[in-house]
T-cell receptor, first 114, second 112 residues
């Protein structure tokens, strides 16, 4: 079974804190993604990475950065958390090889910024 | 810019009925299309992946079709059950190493 694991299920952080959300996949996938999901807005892409140390901005990168030092790990960083970053964060991975390019998701991290 | 639309936003049907969920996309130059299921407060579970060269995929009571030229996909659920209640999302990408773009989903409620 493909596993995409997010480090926390629930997080509560204070405004201004630096926040790290970690995501690890065990299927040697090249692509990894970070989305946030808000009611009425659907899933919005923050950043994605198609290889180690490579990253591309998604639709809403402001206030976020990412790190991919190893193939299996993709970290999302909130440089200075704000209340409007309260959301569900979802990590995903997919392969670029062959025909099997199915994307798999982690269980999500519900972040509350107070 | 690729846009993915799912209509209706919500749907309630009695148990046992067959139903169809719709997904449309504006740019037909897709690499693949994927259907997901999401239960409240949880992550997404992959249901079916259709490559751009394929017309349909089946898994159990689920059948997904793809008409690239018209920018449409449907997810057919046979003999619906209360356990099928969830939000169903479709998503497309342009290349295998490109971002995945989602619709906002259809919230399905199966009435016992």
């Amino acid at each position: 079974d493909v596993k995409v694991t997010q480090s926390s299920r629930y997080l509560v952080k204070r405004t201004g804190e630096k926040v790290f959300l970690e995501c690890v996949q065990d299927m040697d996938h090249e692509n990894m993604f970070w989305y946030r999901q808000d009611p009425g807005l659907g899933l919005r892409l923050i950043y994605f990475s198609y290889d180690v140390k490579m990253k591309e901005k998604g639709d809403i990168p402001e206030g976020y950065s990412v790190s991919r030092e190893k193939k299996e790990r993709f970290s999302l960083i909130l440089e200075s958390a704000s209340t409007n970053q309260t959301s569900m964060y979802l990590c995903a991975s997919s392969s670029t090889g062959g025909m099997d390019t199915e994307a798999f998701f982690g269980q999500g991290t519900r972040l509350t910024v107070v | 810019k690729q846009e993915v639309t799912q209509i209706p936003a919500a749907l309630s049907v009695p148990e046992g009925e067959n139903l169809v969920l719709n997904c449309s996309f504006t740019d037909s130059a897709i690499y693949n299309l994927q259907w997901f299921r999401q239960d409240p407060g949880k992550g997404l579970t992959s249901l079916l992946l259709i490559q751009s060269s394929q017309r349909e995929q089946t898994s159990g009571r689920l059948n997904a079709s793809l008409d690239k030229s018209s920018g449409r996909s449907t997810l057919y659920i046979a003999a619906s059950q209360p356990g099928d209640s969830a939000t169903y999302l479709c998503a497309v990408n342009r290349n295998r190493d490109d971002k995945i773009i989602f619709g906002k989903g259809t919230r399905l409620h199966i009435l016992p």
